[in-house]
C-alpha cells in the first residue's frame, strides 16, 4: 500500500485543538456556493466577479491568502475523511476479488460438466435406455398401488370409525375421518373419490351427533374419563366453544326432562302434549311431598353433574404463558370457557328454582298435613344449601316464595287451630287436670327439642356458638359429600322414616339425659285427660299448676308453631304474633265467660292496664268468631256461683302467661333485633296484666257471699246517733260473719276438687274483704244521724268484723280496710281538711260523702260550701 502525505502546511495526525477550532472558523466562514458540483460552478469566475471595485493590491493580497487558506482547510478535511474511510474500502476490494475467483471456479466446473456429457452422450447405447424405461414404469406401478391401497383403506372407514365410537375413542375416530378426507382432497383426479368424500363428510356429521348424543348423557351423570375424550375429539375438530354451548342447552334439556319425569309418575294419565305445569296441578295433595323430594333428587342429579364439569375443567385447563398466536387464541377461548360454566352455574340454579317454584305454587300447600308441611320445608332448606354451593346463590326467589307460602300455610292452619279452640273452650267442663306441681310447657314432647334453649344465658350463647358452627361446617360437608363422585343425595335423608325434623333441618339434636324425668306425663300424651282422674289435693299449697285440656291444646299448638319459626326463622315474628293471638283468644273468652255476671261497680276491679288489654283483644270479633258460654256451667249458691270453674279459668291463663313468659326470651333469639319491642310490649302489657283478672273474676262470686241487702238492712236497724259507745258490737257483725263462715265452708269443698295455692285463697278472700268494706261504707252513708258515739261504734264494728275475717280467712291483715276506716275516720277532721277530704278522695261516691258531709258538717254554710265543692267534682 501506497503512503499517502498530508497536503502542504496541514498534518492531520498532529492537529491540536487550537488548529482544530481554527479550521472549524474557517469552514464556517466559506460560502456555501463554493460547494455546488463543478459542471455548474466556476469558482475562478465568481472569486473575481466579488472582487471589489477600486482596490489595491494588498487588498487583493489579502483577498488570495484568505481564499488560498480555505482551500487548505477543505482539502486537508476531506483528505481526513477519506483516511478514515480507508479500511472499509480495502475490505470490499478484498470481497470483490473473492468473488472473482468464486466465478472462475464456477465457470471451470461448468466446462467440464459439458465436456463430461459430450462424453456420456458418446458412449450411451441402448440397453441404457430400456432401464431407464422400466425404472419409471415402478414407479408408476408404485404410485398406483399406493393409491389402490388409499382406495381400499377409504371405503374402510366407516366400519372403523364406528368401533372406535363404541370403545370409545372419539379423538382417534374424528383424527381417522380428517385425515381420510385430506387424503381423498389430494387425489381428485380420480372419479371414485368424489364419491367416497361424500361417504366420509356423512360419516363426520353422524359421528359429530354420536358426539352431541354422549355429551348430553354427560348431563346426568359426569364421567371425567369419557368428558375429556369428548373435550379432546371437539378440540380436534375445531368446535370446542360451539361444543360447550350445546352442551348448556343439553343442561337446560335435561333440567326440563329431570322435572318431567320426576312429576309424571304421579299422575294418571299424560299426553306428549301435557305442560310440566298442568302435570303439577294434577298431583294428588297427598302425594306432593314425596312428589317434590323426586323433584328435588331429579334436578340434584343435574346440578351435580355440572358442579363436578365446572371443578374438572378449572383443575385440568391451565393457561399458557407462552406468546405464540395460536396460544394466546386457545387462552383466549379458554377463558372464554371458563366465564360460560361459571355463568352456567346461576342460570341452571334459576331454572331448577322456577321448576320447583311451578310445583310448589300448584300443589296447594294449604292443604299440607303439618308433619308433611314440616317435611317440605326441610326439602326446600336443603334445596337452598346446595345452591349456596353450587353457584353461592342466597335463593332469594325461592327463599320469597317459602316465606310467602308458609306465612300463608300458617295462616290458614292458625285458622283451623282456631276454630278448633273455638271448640274447645265450648265445651270445656273447667275442670283442673292432673299434672305434677313442677310441670312446664317443657314436658310437652311438642316443646321437648326447646329444653337447651332454656338454660342461663352462658350456656344459651355456648348453645348458640355451637350450633353455628355446625351450620358453617355444612356446607363443606354438602361439597366433600354429595358433590363428589357419589350416587348418594342430601335428600335421602327424607325417605328414613326415623329421621327427626332436627336432623332435616340440620338443627343440633337435643341429648341433655339428666331431663328425661321431665318428660311428658303418659297421661298428657293422649288428646284429653279424663275427669276421673283429678285426684284430691289439700288446699293452701304453697304451689300448684291448675291447667285444661284447653291450656294443653294451647300449649301444643303453641310448640308446633315454634317449630315453624325455628325452621324458618324469616317468618318468626308472624308466627309468634299468631301464638300470641291464641293467647288473646283464650283471654277473651276467660274474661267473657267468667265476669259476665258482675253485679258489682267494676270501677275498681279492673286496672287502666286489664281494661286497655280487653279493649285490644275485642277486635279479635271481627276476624273470629267468639265461643259462646256452656249451658253445663251450674251457678248455685252451694257451689260458691261456678267458683270452682272461675279459678279454673283464670289460674289457667294465668300459667298459660307464665309459659308464655318462659319462652320469650328464646323468642327474642329468633327474631330480628328491632322486632324485640313487640315481644317487650306483649310480655308487660298482657302476659303480666293476667293477674289483674282475678279481681273481677273472683268477685262475681265473693259478692254473692253475704247478702247485700240483709247486711244493709242490718245496718240501718242500728243506731248511729247514740251517745256512748256500747260494749259489744253490733248484731249485723255477727250475721256477716255467719255467711262468711259458710263461704269458708263452701271454699273448703271446693279444694278437695281444685289444689287452691295460697295465692288463688288470698285472691278469693281480698275480693271478699273488698266486697264487705264497700258494703260497710254503703250501709254507714244510708245513717241520716251519727253521734261521735255512733262514730266509735262503727269504729268497733268494722274492727270486730275484721278480726273475725283475719281469723276464717288466714289474711292478716284484711286488705283494703284503710277504705272503710278512712271514711269513719273523716267525720273526726276539722272544715279544712274536710273540704280536702272530698275534694280529692274520687274512691268514695258522691252519695257517699254527701252523707259524710251531711253528718259531719252542723254549720249549715260550710255543708252548703262542701255540697258545692261535690257540686264542682261531679260536673268535672
Not at 471456479?105 to 431407464?132: D, G
Not at 294419565?269 to 333428587?297: G, R
Not at 358453617?472 to 363428589?484: M, Q
Not at 266486697?771 to 244521724?785: D, M, P, R, T, Y
Request: hydrophobic share 35%; with cysteine.
Amino acid at each position: 500500500m501506497e503512503s499517502r502525505h498530508a497536503p502542504p502546511g496541514v498534518n492531520s495526525r498532529s492537529l491540536t485543538a487550537a488548529q482544530s477550532a481554527a479550521e472549524l472558523e474557517v469552514l464556517k466562514q466559506i460560502e456555501n456556493v463554493y460547494f455546488s458540483p463543478p459542471n455548474e460552478f466556476d469558482a475562478a469566475r465568481y472569486a473575481l466577479n466579488h472582487v471589489p471595485s477600486y482596490t489595491n493590491t494588498d487588498d487583493i493580497e489579502q483577498m488570495f491568502t484568505k481564499l488560498k487558506r480555505q482551500q487548505q482547510v477543505v482539502s486537508g478535511k476531506a483528505l481526513h475523511l477519506i483516511s478514515q474511510q480507508r479500511d472499509n474500502c480495502d475490505r470490499e476490494f478484498a470481497e470483490i476479488q473473492n468473488i472473482r475467483q468464486q466465478l472462475t471456479t464456477t465457470l471451470n466446473t461448468c466446462r467440464q460438466a459439458r465436456e463430461n456429457l459430450q462424453i456420456a452422450s458418446n458412449h450411451l447405447t441402448i440397453s441404457t435406455f430400456v432401464i431407464l424405461a422400466n425404472v419409471r414404469k415402478k414407479q408408476i406401478i408404485k404410485s398406483v398401488l399406493k393409491s389402490l391401497d388409499l382406495l381400499r383403506s377409504l371405503r374402510s372407514v366407516e366400519k372403523d370409525v364406528a368401533e372406535l365410537l363404541n370403545k370409545k375413542e372419539y379423538y382417534n375416530a374424528i383424527e381417522l375421518i380428517l385425515k381420510s378426507l385430506k387424503a381423498a382432497s389430494n387425489h381428485k383426479e380420480y372419479t371414485c373419490i368424489a364419491d367416497l368424500t361424500a361417504r366420509l363428510e356423512d360419516t363426520l356429521d353422524m359421528t359429530e351427533e354420536k358426539l352431541d348424543s354422549v355429551l348430553s348423557s354427560i348431563c346426568y351423570n359426569f364421567d371425567a374419563s369419557v368428558f375429556s375424550k369428548l373435550k379432546r375429539a371437539y378440540d380436534l375438530l375445531g368446535k370446542t366453544q360451539a361444543a360447550m354451548e350445546q352442551l348448556h342447552m343439553h343442561y337446560s334439556s335435561a333440567v326440563n326432562e329431570s322435572a318431567f319425569e320426576a312429576v309424571k309418575s304421579f299422575v294418571d294419565s299424560v299426553s306428549m302434549e301435557t305442560k310440566f305445569q298442568e302435570m303439577c296441578q294434577s298431583v294428588p295433595t297427598n302425594k306432593a311431598p314425596t312428589c317434590l323430594l323426586n323433584l328435588c333428587e331429579n334436578l340434584f342429579l343435574v346440578m351435580r353433574s355440572y358442579y363436578i364439569l365446572v371443578n374438572w375443567y378449572n383443575q385440568n385447563e391451565e393457561s399458557s404463558n407462552s406468546g405464540n398466536v395460536c396460544d394466546i387464541e386457545k387462552n383466549v377461548s379458554r377463558e372464554y370457557i371458563k366465564q360460560k360454566l361459571k355463568g352456567g352455574l346461576v342460570r341452571i340454579w334459576h331454572d331448577v328454582q322456577s321448576k320447583v317454584s311451578m310445583f310448589l305454587k300448584s300443589s296447594g300447600l294449604e292443604e299440607y298435613p303439618f308433619e308433611k308441611f314440616i317435611q317440605m320445608l326441610g326439602i326446600l332448606r336443603k334445596l337452598t344449601q346446595v345452591a349456596e354451593v353450587f353457584c353461592g346463590d342466597t335463593s332469594d326467589l325461592l327463599q320469597d316464595f317459602i316465606k310467602t307460602q308458609s306465612v300463608a300455610y300458617i295462616k290458614n292452619y292458625h285458622k283451623g287451630r282456631m276454630e278448633e279452640l273455638k271448640l274447645f273452650l265450648e265445651n270445656e267442663g273447667w275442670e283442673q287436670c292432673p299434672v305434677k306441681s313442677t310441670f312446664t310447657v317443657l314436658n310437652l314432647q311438642e316443646f321437648k327439642q326447646f329444653k337447651k334453649y332454656f338454660k342461663p344465658k352462658t350456656d344459651i350463647g355456648k348453645s348458640s356458638q355451637s350450633s353455628s358452627s355446625v351450620q358453617s361446617l355444612d356446607d363443606s360437608v354438602y361439597i366433600s359429600k354429595y358433590f363428589g363422585q357419589t350416587t348418594r343425595t342430601p335428600f335421602e335423608i327424607f325417605r328414613n322414616e326415623n329421621v327427626t325434623n332436627d336432623d332435616i333441618f340440620g338443627l343440633e339434636p337435643e341429648s341433655d339425659v339428666s331431663e328425661e324425668s321431665d318428660d311428658e306425663p303418659d297421661e298428657l300424651k293422649r288428646d284429653f285427660v279424663e275427669d276421673a282422674e283429678v285426684q284430691e289435693s289439700p288446699s293452701k299449697v304453697s304451689n300448684s299448676v291448675i291447667v285444661t285440656n284447653t291450656t294443653l291444646s294451647v300449649l301444643r299448638n303453641c310448640g308446633q308453631y315454634l317449630q315453624i319459626s325455628r325452621y324458618l326463622p324469616q317468618i318468626a315474628l308472624e308466627v309468634i304474633m299468631l301464638m300470641n293471638q291464641l293467647f288473646d283468644y283464650y283471654f277473651y273468652t276467660v274474661h267473657l265467660f267468667f265476669t259476665s255476671d258482675l253485679e258489682v261497680a267494676s270501677s275498681t276491679l279492673y286496672t287502666p292496664k286489664l281494661n286497655g288489654v280487653l279493649k285490644r283483644i275485642s277486635n279479635i270479633e271481627d276476624n273470629f268468631a267468639i265461643p259462646k258460654l256452656t249451658e253445663n256451667l251450674v251457678k248455685t249458691e252451694s257451689n260458691l256461683h261456678g267458683l270452682s270453674e272461675r279459678i279454673v279459668g283464670v289460674e289457667s291463663l294465668i300459667f298459660l302467661a307464665k309459659q308464655f313468659d318462659t319462652l320469650q326470651p328464646y323468642l327474642e333469639t329468633i327474631v330480628a333485633q328491632h322486632q324485640r319491642m313487640i315481644l317487650e310490649h306483649f310480655r308487660d302489657n298482657t302476659l303480666r296484666v293476667v293477674g289483674d283478672l282475678r279481681m273481677p273474676a273472683y268477685m262475681c262470686s265473693a259478692s254473692k257471699a253475704v247478702d247485700a241487702r240483709s247486711a244493709l238492712i242490718g245496718i240501718s236497724q242500728v243506731r248511729w246517733d247514740v251517745k256512748t259507745v256500747a260494749g259489744e258490737h253490733s248484731p249485723y257483725v255477727d250475721m256477716i260473719v255467719r255467711m262468711i263462715q259458710v263461704f269458708a265452708l263452701r271454699l273448703e269443698n271446693i279444694s278437695q276438687k281444685v289444689t287452691l295455692n295460697i295465692d288463688i285463697v288470698n285472691a278469693i278472700w281480698g275480693m271478699v274483704a273488698k266486697f264487705i268494706v264497700h258494703l260497710l261504707v254503703e250501709g254507714f252513708s244510708n245513717a241520716s244521724k251519727c253521734s261521735n258515739g255512733g262514730r266509735g261504734l262503727m269504729q268497733l264494728d268494722y274492727r270486730q268484723l275484721f278480726v273475725k275475717l283475719e281469723k276464717i280467712s288466714g289474711l292478716r291483715p284484711i286488705p283494703y280496710q284503710d277504705y272503710v276506716d278512712r271514711y269513719v275516720k273523716a267525720y273526726y277532721l276539722p272544715r279544712d281538711e274536710l273540704e280536702e277530704f272530698v275534694r280529692d278522695r274520687a274512691e268514695y261516691s258522691n252519695k257517699h260523702l254527701i252523707a259524710l258531709v251531711g253528718c259531719a258538717c252542723e254549720n249549715k254554710r260550710d255543708r252548703q260550701a262542701l255540697l258545692s265543692v261535690l257540686e264542682g267534682r261531679e260536673v268535672s
